[in-house]
């Protein structure tokens, strides 16, 4: 298996087109998670069926949240992504968020070629508010069943605040 964190960056953060390595896919429950010192996805844990993850989920190479992990993705499509892909994505926005009391953000994107949506998806705005109320319900509550009140959804933010977010995070990969 490759190395994601050495065959691939973060892209083109100016730009707006990021790498992301899907992770988990959409409507599972397993925690599949990367683990960098051995580059391989690893299955954490598996989480209680009501707390499948509502859209898939991965990772921005080359980058570290404050919580020590690669920068986390929420990424929206019609059908689940399977793990150990990789796509080309078009940063929409940035779910402010913190587990446990460490900030774990979550930079929402699509693919950066969508011809099934016609790459209507811009922004946080171009999203059904149903699909913002469920990735903000999902996150506020996906714990709960082992330490309820650990997760809190503190805010959305636009594409800009997210590339600061992405750059911070290749900043902090840099200083490792």
């Keep these: 298996m490759a190395d994601f964190n050495k065959i691939l960056d973060a892209g083109d953060v100016e730009g707006g087109i990021i790498n992301v390595v899907v992770e988990i896919?959409?409507?599972?429950?397993?925690?599949?998670?990367?683990?960098?010192?051995?580059?391989?996805?690893?299955?954490?844990?598996?989480?209680?069926?009501?707390?499948?993850?509502?859209?898939?989920?991965?990772?921005i190479p080359q980058t570290l949240d404050e919580d020590g992990d690669e920068l986390d993705a929420l990424i929206i499509t019609e059908q689940p992504l399977p793990t150990g892909i990789f796509l080309k994505a078009k940063?929409?926005?940035?779910?402010?968020?913190?587990?446990?009391?460490?900030?774990?953000d979550k930079i929402v994107v699509v693919p950066a070629?969508?011809?099934?949506?016609?790459?209507?998806?811009?922004?946080?705005?171009?999203?059904?508010?149903?699909?913002?109320?469920?990735?903000?319900?999902?996150?506020?509550?996906?714990?709960?069943?082992?330490?309820?009140?650990?997760?809190?959804?503190?805010?959305?933010?636009?594409?800009e605040e997210a590339k600061e977010v992405i750059k911070e995070s290749i900043q902090r990969w840099k200083d490792l």
């Design 25 to 59: 896919p959409a409507g599972s429950s397993h925690k599949i998670e990367w683990n960098r010192e051995l580059a391989v996805f690893e299955l954490d844990r598996v989480d209680p069926q009501i707390f499948a993850k509502p859209c898939n989920y991965g990772f």
């Design 91 to 104: 940063v929409i926005g940035v779910m402010k968020f913190v587990d446990d009391g460490e900030v774990d």
């Design 113 to 159: 070629d969508d011809r099934d949506t016609g790459n209507a998806y811009n922004s946080l705005a171009d999203l059904p508010k149903q699909l913002i109320n469920q990735l903000e319900f999902h996150f506020s509550h996906y714990k709960d069943l082992k330490k309820a009140g650990t997760t809190v959804v503190e805010s959305w933010g636009d594409v």
